[in-house]
């Protein structure tokens, strides 16, 4: 069954091999272009552990990050976590999916101030128990219209993998209306949300991870839903 990937490079590469391990066929058709932003670091020593939400962070945010990295590092997710060890960072801690979740193991583990390099466009979290001093260190471009991988996916009806409320939301701008015809599955029940209403179909997985939603994708092609 073709499945459509629509997250940014390298993680659409990521995803299409675990699909394939699953028995899918995936269709890569990146929404965003990413890339690094200038930025400036702040002073390490006013800051307990780093917070990375994204592998983005770890792979772009260049040499800044240099006096950082033997900071406690809590990640959210795996891969983040992966992107981290490999960007040199020593003690890192890997976390839940969810930032907010993050913050409270941090604050448990006595950490009051945490430098967070992000996205420009990010979502923010907060605990009154820490500080969070959120920069952004790179930029996820969107695309202004459908790639023609894309177009062709879903003439034959590939189900649509989101990642994230904005790629829903960009998706959902870049199709239109007409989009009764189209599956979709969501990492997250906001993501789906995002996504608006009108699909043939619209499901979310039930952890907000990448291995999650790829089992809901072959579940769903397995029930015949795809």
């Not at 959902?172 to 189209?182: D, F, K, M, Q, T």
């Not at 979310?204 to 839903?225: F, I, N, S, T, Y």
């Given at each position: 069954m073709k499945i459509l990937i ?161 790629a829903a939301s960009l998706f ?11 599956r979709i599955a969501a990492i ?39």
């Open positions: 629509l997250r940014p490079e390298p993680g659409a590469g990521e995803t299409a091999a675990r699909a394939r391990e699953l028995g899918l066929e995936p269709v890569v058709a990146p929404l965003f272009t990413v890339r690094p932003l200038a930025w400036t670091p702040p002073d390490p020593s006013g800051f307990d552990a780093v917070l990375l939400t994204s592998a983005h962070t770890a792979r772009l945010a260049g040499g800044g990050m240099t006096p950082f990295l033997e900071r406690p590092c809590y990640t959210v997710g795996e891969r983040t976590a992966a992107a981290a060890r490999e960007a040199g960072f020593t003690h890192v801690r890997e976390g839940p999916a969810d930032g907010a979740a993050l913050l409270q193991i941090m604050a448990a583990e006595g950490m009051r101030s945490a430098f967070h390099p992000c996205g420009r466009e990010h979502l923010t979290w907060h605990d009154a128990d820490v500080a969070v001093t959120s920069i952004p260190v790179y930029a996820a471009d969107a695309i202004d219209r459908l790639p023609e991988a894309a177009r062709e996916a879903i003439a034959v009806d590939a189900l649509v993998l989101l990642h994230s409320p904005r959902s701008a870049l199709v239109g209306p007409s989009r009764s015809n189209i997250s029940r906001a993501a789906a949300e995002a996504a608006g209403e009108g699909w043939h179909s619209r499901d979310h997985a039930e952890a907000p991870r990448d291995q999650a939603l790829l089992e809901l994708a072959a579940k769903l092609c397995q029930d015949g839903r795809v």
